[in-house]
């Protein structure tokens, strides 16, 4: 029996994937999906239809359906992500332009799925990209470098914090970063990415939970100090967290370790 693949199975097929866009000179981010697509055999059609992605197999090769009907209205980054999310179910084939062949191994229904999700941040944000960023400004710390990754890749900030998260060595060690979406109401964190520090001492929320819940269970003893800053005592060190405004439906909260005697 053939062992299941997991992500990094995925993650070498994307980076074979990438590897061929660059021998063909195309070396600059974003990632030019549809380009990448057709440079390694797959092809990608618009249509009006109800799924915003669908990934279909054939003798004659794979080809990916994008939804058409709302291209004016849904955000391009959003469509970004479904495209690199079909990418990476065709990435579990072989021979993608003709008579294409399951990859033995390749999981299905809901763990497919969660591994082609994993797959489309990576294909959009990979290690590689992250590291040139570190290498050059340090691990990220602040909402301008995640900021830059965003504009630089063109996805949205989740997907960064995801992969960031995902990495741990990209972003310091002190520092965390959620989104906060508003929904009927409620405040619901979306995504987070935390610094090795911030992870051990159990602060991190999980995706879909509630602001309010997250400050209850893991911010408990917080003393608002500001408008929208918050300070806890931890040791030798303080926890400060920073509501900071992301966009007209969106904050994010900034988490950050430091030295019990900073301002």
Same mark, same amino acid.
Do not use: G, M, Q
């Given at each position: 029996m053939a062992r299941r693949l997991d992500i990094t199975d995925l993650r070498s097929r994307i980076d074979w994937a990438l590897r061929q866009m660059q021998r063909d000179g195309q070396t600059d981010y974003p990632v030019d999906l549809e380009d990448l697509a057709q440079t390694i055999g797959i092809k990608v059609v618009w249509r009006p239809m109800v799924p915003e992605g669908v990934t279909t197999v054939t003798p004659e090769g794979i080809c990916i359906y994008l939804q058409s009907?709302?291209?004016? !209205? @849904? #955000?391009s980054r959003r469509e970004r992500f479904t495209l690199a999310h079909e990418i990476c179910h065709a990435l579990f084939y072989e021979q993608l332009s003709t008579h294409p062949q399951l990859i033995a191994g390749t999981p299905s229904g809901a763990t497919l799925e969660k591994l082609c999700q994993r797959g489309a941040g990576y294909l959009l944000v990979p290690t590689s990209k992250l590291s040139q960023q570190t290498n050059r400004q340090g691990p990220v710390s602040s909402l +301008? +470098?995640?900021r #830059?990754? !965003?504009? @630089?890749?063109? !996805? #949205?900030i989740d997907v960064v914090l995801r992969r960031l998260h995902e990495e741990g060595a990209n972003i310091s060690n002190d520092y965390g970063a959620f989104v906060v979406r508003y929904h009927g109401g409620e405040a619901t964190i979306d995504s987070a990415a935390c610094g090795l520090t911030l992870r051990a001492i159990g602060v991190v929320p999980t995706s879909g939970q509630l602001l309010h819940t997250w400050f209850t269970?893991?911010?408990r003893g917080f003393q608002e100090i500001a408008a929208d800053?918050? !300070?806890k005592e931890v040791g030798e060190r303080r926890l400060v967290a920073r509501r900071v405004s992301w966009s007209p439906h969106s904050d994010v909260i900034e988490l950050r370790s430091e030295a019990g005697d900073s301002p």
């Open positions: 009907n709302f291209r004016d !209205v @849904r #955000s +301008a +470098a995640i #830059s990754l !965003v504009e @630089r890749c063109d !996805v #949205s269970s893991k911010l800053t918050w !300070v």
